[in-house]
């Protein structure tokens, strides 16, 4: 077990790869009542064509099938899942993402258990086609909510605008035509695939005791069979550089309408620190145009155009990225076209300066403590993290590192008008 | 059991409580406000915040101010209007970055408080008025947080099963306030408002993290004088039994809202709260509650469906997204599951399970600054000082006969359900 020591966050987190590859993490936090744990396989929506283990061809799967996988692991024969971890005094819970499937739990006693639980629920699939036809109606209501959601709609129709192949632009949870289609030897043939323990990432931060947890994990997974597999192929399509929709508008049962400005990221190898950089500059760039100190925030909040609601955001990840920017307005038109110009304006750079820098570099490092409160924060995103090769905890020196051309440089990469998309959600014509 | 020590100091017209903790990055202060709900000043009391976190006389812009926010490391400050029972309370919250994490070693936490200092005490006023610019901005602003709530149809039906069952209490009134009041208010009146506020309100200080008690004592003690007062009740009213009513109301929706509201005639502080509290548990508050399971894992009806408490008003609300058609069957189900519980159909394990479930849930929400604040802010609403420990003990000694008791006193009031233009029936 290695060990590895943040002396400025006063934070240590230990590490090892077991031999059936499953990477473990662990960080004790001093004082806390609660154990969080996540288990994580690097498979998410986008996984929906790839090389099924075992086979020479490769196959496409329905649409929500990952996330339909996710809700099935909790049931097995003796019932389910989260009756056993309620006896425990845990709380579990699991989402599923683009990238990502996490199961999790938090408890304050118990924790040896629950762990155990964990991992063995997650290793242990039971599907059939009895609990599989049920779980239609469950995840029909899922979809439905989701539908009826103006902001749900919005983000993942911003995100489908940009996208001409690549699967990040289908639902996460797919949609009751796509899902009637799944069957127990699909969801076999995914689990197979994707949740082999070199796949997956265990993350346990809390009231713990770090070697007597690894002792824990190791022995569990020693006691199972493993054999060493082939490196997963996964297809996701040629995609194209622009954004494949220029504008979607969605009417819907809202009083207020909704505008999103979408900037789809060019096609980047980018992995690792590189990444990273890449990453917290872009974020950065956003924070100079359109934090609450910044002057565009005045001008638009000032004109009534935005409200509490205006948020923006950008990830990366290998394949795809976007960069989002937006909110309620009265007027979508008009918020468009002001963000657009605004970005648009900043491309050239000379928005940024070493005033705005620092003041973005201090918000962010306040940010990432206020984060590492966090036991949920550290484990998602450190899994985030590791599964794109870079590391949680080089947040910070990498912000102290960030120069105005670092800024300025990603502003000229990832503005490009021909990438950029717009949504809105306007009242339906009654 | 990581039970905390709540020190709590008699200041100069509020209380100021501390609690010194050393499991975070940050130190977290909260100001909490505190006054009967009324018509009268609901609207008024909603837009006060969002103007003082606005602009102060120092930092006469939004931008100026969060500026200096971000300067502070990113001193995070937002504000906050809710309800608990029939109170409206206001709060503001500022978290710094604790600078033992930082190679630079500014006095945040001192920054922090003299912040906070500025917000409520020195805004930005011109002939005992506030700034109208910045009155009407926010008054727009509050105008579109009051819309908002029609477009989040979980929310919207949440707060119109609340406006039905509770019509002619003050509970009725959203926390965000009445639309058709926002027009009147003028600059002139909000801040006669806030005098007012300042002078009657009950108030507190909330202060949380590495922190030297006696070093906060001393700066709030400068920063923070107001005249002594002797805090408003709200006189809440126990609502009467009545036959149940339902309500329907047609929209243009894709999944139909179900939800219920019962009274418990039972408050936080009650003997019976703690048999209250695993009632909930065991009918449908968590994920093995005999509500999700069977509304739910075996019915396959829906995708969520809970209960919650609000503990001062004596409330239990059930909710859930399900089909149109499914509307019957969901309620009938939802009414076996309380008649189960009324005639004491359920086992010791699940009264196990419901205690084990809540500690735990006690003991993690504490391991977040803003969730302690709120847990201990129950103790100054209620007026009733329930140290944790024995908020545990009574919990767990809570017997099968408490909770059947504790049944048989919930009653149903109001069904609500929001469903589509062509429901059918």
């Given at each position: 077990m290695e060990k590895i020591a943040f002396d400025q966050l006063q934070?240590?987190?230990?590490?090892?790869?077991?031999?059936n590859g499953l990477d473990v993490y662990i960080l004790p936090k001093k004082g806390f009542n609660k154990t969080y744990a996540t288990f994580t396989t690097k498979y998410g929506s986008i996984d929906n064509h790839f090389m099924p283990f075992g086979k020479q061809e490769f196959v496409k799967v329905p649409d929500g099938i990952a996330h339909f996988l996710e809700h099935k692991l909790f049931e097995k024969a003796d019932g389910d899942v989260f009756q056993q971890f309620s006896r425990q005094g845990a709380s579990a819970n699991a989402f599923t993402s683009f990238t990502r499937t996490a199961y999790l739990f938090s408890s304050t006693s118990n924790v040896e258990r629950n762990l155990e639980t964990l991992i063995d629920f997650v290793q242990d699939p039971y599907f059939t086609e009895k609990t599989v036809e049920k779980e239609k109606g469950i995840i029909g209501q899922e979809i439905t909510m989701y539908d009826d959601n103006p902001d749900w709609r919005l983000y993942f129709g911003v995100i489908e605008n940009m996208y001409q192949n690549h699967p990040v632009k289908i639902d996460i949870a797919g949609t009751i035509e796509s899902i009637s289609h799944i069957t127990k030897d699909m969801l076999y043939e995914c689990y197979e695939t994707f949740y082999h323990p070199s796949n997956m990432l265990l993350f346990v931060v809390g009231a713990i005791e770090p070697e007597a947890i690894m002792n824990q994990i190791k022995s569990n997974q020693e006691k199972k069979d493993?054999?060493?597999?082939p490196e997963i192929q996964r297809r996701f399509g040629q995609e194209i550089e622009e954004s494949a929709k220029k504008k979607q508008v969605l009417q819907m049962n809202v009083q207020t309408p909704k505008c999103l400005v979408g900037i789809k990221s060019p096609p980047s190898t980018l992995t690792g620190s590189e990444m990273l950089k890449q990453e917290l500059s872009v974020n950065i760039l956003l924070d100079i145009l359109f934090g609450k100190s910044s002057d565009h925030y005045t001008e638009l909040y000032n004109e009534g155009l935005i409200d509490d609601s205006f948020s923006y955001d950008y990830t990366q990840e290998q394949g795809f990225g976007f960069a989002i920017v937006g909110g309620d307005t009265p007027d979508p038109e008009k918020l468009g076209e002001k963000l657009t110009a605004m970005l648009l304006d900043a491309k050239q750079g000379s928005i940024i300066n070493e005033d705005n820098l620092e003041r973005a570099r201090k918000k962010k490092i306040g940010g990432f403590l206020r984060s590492i409160n966090s036991p949920e924060f550290i484990a998602n995103q450190f899994t985030r993290y590791a599964f794109n090769e870079m590391d949680l905890f080089d947040v910070v020196p990498m912000l102290e590192k960030i120069t105005v051309k670092d800024v300025q440089e990603s502003a000229g990469s990832i503005i490009d008008e021909k990438r950029f998309t717009i949504c809105q959600v306007v009242p339906k014509n009654k | 059991m990581g039970v905390i020590s709540e020190a709590?100091?008699?200041?100069?017209?509020?209380?100021?409580?501390?609690?010194?903790?050393?499991?975070?990055?940050?130190?977290?202060?909260?100001?909490k406000m505190k006054a009967p709900l009324s018509k009268e000043s609901v609207t008024k009391r909603a837009l006060l915040p969002y103007v003082l976190q606005s602009s102060t006389a120092n930092y006469p812009s939004t931008a100026a101010l969060r500026s200096y926010l971000d300067d502070l490391y990113g001193a995070s400050m937002f504000v906050d209007v809710s309800k608990k029972g029939e109170y409206q309370i206001i709060s503001i919250s500022v978290e710094v970055a604790n600078e033992k994490f930082l190679s630079d070693q500014t006095p945040l936490l001192k920054k922090g408080l003299e912040l906070l200092a500025e917000i409520i005490k020195n805004p930005l006023i011109k002939n005992n008025a506030f700034d109208g610019e910045t009155v009407e901005k926010e008054k727009r602003t509050l105008k579109q947080r009051i819309h908002s709530v029609n477009d989040d149809k979980m929310r919207y039906s949440s707060f119109r099963l609340v406006q039905e069952m509770c019509s002619g209490e003050p509970y009725a009134l959203h926390a965000n306030g009445e639309l058709d009041q926002v027009d009147d208010i003028s600059e002139v009146s909000l801040f006669e408002y806030y005098q007012k506020a300042f002078a009657e309100d009950e108030l507190d200080l909330y202060v949380i993290g590495d922190v030297s008690?006696?070093?906060?004592?001393?700066?709030?003690?400068?920063?923070f004088e107001f005249a002594d007062r002797v805090p408003q009740d709200s006189n809440s009213l126990d609502g009467v039994r009545r036959e149940e009513k339902v309500v329907k109301e047609e929209q243009d929706v894709k999944q139909g809202k179900l939800n219920i509201g019962y009274r418990t005639h039972i408050k936080y502080g009650d003997p019976d709260y703690y048999a209250l509290q695993v009632f909930n548990g065991i009918f449908g508050g968590f994920s093995h509650s005999k509500l999700f399971h069977n509304v739910r894992e075996k019915a396959s009806l829906a995708y969520y469906v809970a209960s919650r408490l609000e503990s001062h008003k004596g409330l239990m609300m059930v909710m859930s997204g399900i089909e149109f058609k499914n509307f019957e069957l969901a309620v009938n189900i939802i009414k076996e599951q309380m008649d189960a519980m009324r005639s004491g159909d359920f086992t010791d394990e699940e009264i196990e399970q419901t205690k084990a479930v809540i500690e735990n849930q006690m003991l993690e929400t504490l391991d977040t600054a803003r969730g302690m604040v709120e847990i201990l802010y129950h103790n100054v609403v209620s007026k009733i000082n329930v140290p944790l420990d024995q908020w545990m003990k009574g919990m767990q000694e809570s017997t099968k006969d408490d909770i059947i008791a504790v049944a048989n006193k919930v009653n149903l009031d109001t069904i609500y359900f929001l469903t589509g233009m062509e429901a059918g029936e």
């Open positions: 934070e240590e987190l230990y590490y090892e790869k077991l031999a493993y054999t060493a597999k | 709590i100091k008699d200041m100069k017209g509020y209380k100021l409580h501390i609690v010194k903790s050393d499991k975070y990055k940050t130190n977290t202060m909260v100001w008690p006696e070093e906060v004592e001393t700066t709030a003690a400068s920063l």
